[in-house]
């Protein structure tokens, strides 16, 4: 399980730079815009950023506008799990200097899932083997985003929120900002989130729902090694039943800083009714009394785990609610789009949400050069885009609901 929205340090030629596994729509020479198409992207999380990586690179007049102050403001999570499918759509959409930088500050990969009962006894394993150095398997959300940021200090705009939007006289699309001002482009790319200010007035009758769980995300500093050594190797899942479960992931960095030290993310997943704290009291709890809670609630499991929660960094839990999209039918193709978890928002239970963004990001690269190139039309893109999308997007949700209902059956 992966929860969301990384003690080796390599020599210089242990990890060989690979180009993925799909065809990249980063040429090797910047394509010239006859027509200055101009593309906006509202939101610079992991499919904003990495969709811009592939249209700056690539010759494109591309600005994402990010509501965050700085990249480092936000509290979303700690670990993601990066796949085959994540990989290789990095693969298509940075550059191999950056897909350098996001290697070399990644995790270690691991090679094994795990699920245990409260007791610690092992009930299920799957172990993943031969996973090559080149592949990222868990990365830390906030320096992944920093790996993403790298060469587009003049594309992403932090503190400016995109509000409204408007299409023009000319079929172009206005956007208006909370701060105050505006700007205009040619393509609108909604990547901002599961609340998404573009897919509210873009398909204002779509639905996203609570998913009946809460979510209390910590760390644990590592010093030394983890016991059972299944934590060491992978992700754990510690299931207590249909109301509550544990889940733990090692990010050991592949090069260490004093700013990147190894950790343990520690979470626990509870429904309201478990955690027996409404939301406008969990949500306005300190780091300390979130702490308290979730050891609470662990107070009989095994003594490894109250022993993890007991040594964890107090300062670095906070809660958040999982969320999940209905379908949506096709709309008619125009001047505005959606990305990730702004069209199909989904519980972290199967780790594909930013899987799935990554891929919507080099899909709609893919068909914004392809029509560039005069191949096609803009707004032929923008379907062939959706056509793939949504299908993709919202068998995704599904299997993260499935996985939801595996992890909490009794």
Partial sequence: MTVSNERLTPGADEYTMETGTGERPVPDQEIEMSDGTRIL????????LTLAQALHHAGLDVTVFE???TPRTRNQGYR???????N????ECVTPEVLDVLRRTSGRNGDLVTTFTTGLQRVFAQDFPGIPNSQLTAVDRNTFRQGLLTGLDEVVRFGRT????RITDSGRVRVEFAEGGSDEGDLLVGADGVGSAVRRQLLPDAVVDDFGLRCIYGRLPLTGTLSPEEFERGLCWVSGGSTCGA???TVRFRTRTAERTDYLMVTLIATPQR??????TLF???PEQLWKLSADIVADWHPAIRDIYARSDIGTFFPITFRISDPVPAWEPGPITLLGDSIHAMPPTAGAGANTALADAATLAREILSATRGDKSLADAVAAYQAVMLPRGFDAVDKSRQMAAQMFAD
């Avoid at 995109?162 to 939007?165: H, I, K, L």
């Avoid at 955690?275 to 406008?280: K, P, Q, R, T, Y």
């Fill in 41 to 48: 992207i509202a939101g610079g999380g992991v499919g904003g």
């Fill in 67 to 69: 509501q965050d102050p």
């Fill in 80 to 86: 993601i799990h990066i796949d085959p499918d994540g």
């Fill in 88 to 91: 290789a759509a990095l693969g």
């Fill in 162 to 165: 995109v509000s409204d939007y």
């Fill in 247 to 249: 889940g733990f992931g």
């Fill in 275 to 280: 955690l027996g704290v409404a939301d406008d």
């Fill in 284 to 286: 306005h709890m300190s």
